[in-house]
């Protein structure tokens, strides 16, 4: 892994705890843009949700 994927990673969810309130549930859709949407695509939709459902 290189710096620039950490680096990546560490504005996702910093960008996720700033704008995050009112607790994990409606956090969830800023947390699948970051996760599952255009920017990154880390994991695919199938994989978030069983991750959510765990």
Request: aromatic share 18%.
């Amino acid at each position: 892994m290189n710096m620039q994927l950490y680096f990546e990673l560490f504005i996702s969810f910093f960008k996720i705890g700033l704008f995050g309130f009112g607790g994990g549930y409606a956090m969830l859709p800023l947390i699948r843009h970051e996760v599952v949407g255009n920017p990154h695509c880390w994991l695919n939709m199938v994989d978030f949700t069983d991750i959510v459902a765990i």
